[in-house]
């Protein structure tokens, strides 16, 4: 799959949807570049673009939409809540895909460069791509807003990273870095402007100065009216959800505003948000409220709830979560994608993958699946409501496994991959010819960790097996007997594909290593399908 790379301009125009349009439309119309989301808000006179792509595709994004920005937006005419210092106020790059974060410290340097050489305008770097610790928060560089750059630009200190140190009135400054992920997250009150600033000094890491810190880490805070909306918001800007994460946010607002007798009436994302992000909600919310959601869009379903995202406007998880807008490159390509039937004619087809590898993880993906299946027919009925506590526990590891079974259907078609792309190096001098051979070394043992992950997944779930075969709905007995074989044959098949692909690797370490794991794991699944089965049988009507 291809490099990929967020970029999420934020422009100082909420109100004019001619604007709006336009910069949309250069970033649409930049090749390579996807627009995934436009977020406006009238009071905060602002909209952030979201938009992905190629490291190079995206910074003439970002560009073409600053051109774009230049030609329509005079920042001497601009009011609104949200604090800002430019008509392009803030350009982060995000990675997202095959990227790493000095590869985005380029692009906002190249970036940077280029928009200071082009417009002729101040421009700093932050975050990691910060030259001084003072200039790594947005808040240190934007402090006193467009208003405070005409005395704060002949100050030394704050000379720009690019262009000039001079106040140019119709655009001001901007900032551009790279970051982590960072969620806009705005929690709804009704209450006055001033009540949800007092709550976000209480939350937002830096507090009310250093000698009163706020509660949450990694959390940036500010309280302000929506005069459309007729309410006031905690708006909050999450650096790092794994650090604070979106439900501690939520949760700790609505405590703060219980304090002071204040209804919370839902929350807003601005902008798109990770999946793990609205997971990690879901998994607290199950445990905080002890409830059993097995599928994705149900546990979404419920944080939509919980934290009343559709408040507002409608939350369309299709559109708001940022894995299901990534252009994934051909899923018409995805083995797992096809038919059933599809997918049987092409491992019938006269071409090396998908081969027995594919199969291998295709036959484990049902018998972990046939084996959810059964305690899902155990779990939630009278006769069996004593066993409702074990299904519980016991259904989530064979669900789950299923999935990354699944996943390696097309991992293992393209687990040969690095090591055909490593024949193709050149060879021509000894240190050509000792980078291909390492190469190829590397592309081996990868095609065979495809298979060995597939045996190591399956040994997780013998010992749940073996616990839903002594207590399982016995109408299901066949769905379990074919549940432990195709899990059996899927480590049969990982085996033998671990095997042909060891003997070409000359580390006799790994080698040796390699094939001892794997033998233990086929005869482990031998035994423990065998068990499984005499459990079944031993069981009666």
Not at 191 to 216: C, F, M, Y
Not at 465 to 494: H, I, M, P, W, Y
């Amino acid at each position: 799959m291809p490099q990929l790379v967020e970029c999420v301009p934020n422009f100082s125009e909420g109100n004019s949807q001619e604007v709006i349009d336009a910069i949309s439309r250069a970033i649409a119309q930049t090749p390579g570049c996807v627009l995934l989301d436009v977020d406006s808000g009238p009071s905060t006179n602002r909209t952030v673009y979201t938009f992905v792509g190629q490291p190079n595709d995206v910074v003439e994004g970002a560009l073409n939409a600053a051109r774009a920005a230049a030609r329509l937006i005079d920042m001497s005419k601009h009011k609104g809540e949200h604090p800002r210092m430019g008509a392009l106020d803030v350009c982060p790059f995000i990675p997202v895909r095959d990227v790493s974060m000095d590869e985005c410290v380029l692009c906002a340097q190249a970036f940077g460069q280029r928009l200071a050489e082009e417009l002729d305008v101040p421009v700093y770097l932050y975050g990691e791509a910060a030259r001084m610790a003072s200039r790594q928060t947005l808040p240190a560089i934007r402090a006193g807003e467009y208003e405070a750059l005409p005395e704060k630009l002949k100050q030394a200190e704050w000379a720009p990273d690019f262009g000039p140190a001079t106040f140019v009135p119709s655009w001001g400054a901007t900032a551009t870095g790279a970051r982590k992920f960072l969620i806009a997250f705005n929690i709804n009150l009704l209450s006055t402007k001033e009540q949800a600033h007092r709550i976000a000094l209480n939350l937002r890491e830096q507090g009310r100065g250093k000698d009163q810190p706020g509660l949450l880490k990694k959390v940036q805070g500010i309280g302000w009216y929506l005069d459309e909306k007729n309410l006031a918001q905690v708006s909050t800007n999450l650096l790092d959800f794994e650090v604070t994460a979106l439900h501690t946010v939520y949760e700790e607002t609505c405590r703060e505003a219980q304090e002071l007798n204040l209804p919370v009436v839902g929350s807003q994302l601005v902008g798109l948000v990770p999946l793990k992000a609205v997971l990690d909600a879901a998994t607290f919310y199950c445990k905080k409220e002890n409830l059993f959601i097995l599928e994705e869009e149900h546990r979404i379903r419920l944080v939509v709830n919980r934290l009343g995202l559709d408040s507002l406007s409608p939350f369309n998880p299709k559109e708001r979560i940022i894995e299901y807008l990534i252009p994934e490159g051909q899923p018409e390509q995805c083995l797992v994608n096809k038919s059933l039937g599809a997918f049987v004619r092409e491992v019938g087809a006269r071409s090396a993958a998908p081969g027995g590898g594919s199969v291998a993880a295709a036959v484990a993906a049902m018998g972990a699946a046939l084996a959810s299946m059964v305690g899902l027919m155990t779990y939630g009925r009278r006769q069996f409501e004593h066993l409702d506590a074990e299904m519980r526990r016991l259904i989530p590891p064979f669900h789950k496994a299923s999935a990354q079974l699944t996943a390696l259907v097309d991992t293992d078609a393209q687990a040969f991959a690095g090591y055909l792309e490593a024949l193709k190096l050149p060879k021509n001098t000894l240190e050509q010819r000792d980078r291909r051979l390492a190469a190829m070394q590397d592309g081996l043992k990868q095609a065979v960790a495809v298979p060995l992950s597939l045996a190591e997944t399956v040994a997780s779930l013998w010992p749940m097996l073996q616990e839903l075969a002594l207590c399982g709905n016995l109408a299901c007995r066949s769905d379990l007997q074919v549940a432990a074989k195709a899990l059996e044959t899927g480590v049969f098949g990982a085996y033998f594909n671990v095997l042909t692909n060891l003997k070409d690797i000359t580390d006799k370490g790994f080698r040796d290593q390699t094939r001892q794991r794997v033998s233990s794991l086929l005869q482990d699944a031998q035994t423990q399908a065998a068990l499984v089965l005499d459990h079944l049988e031993a069981r009666r009507e």
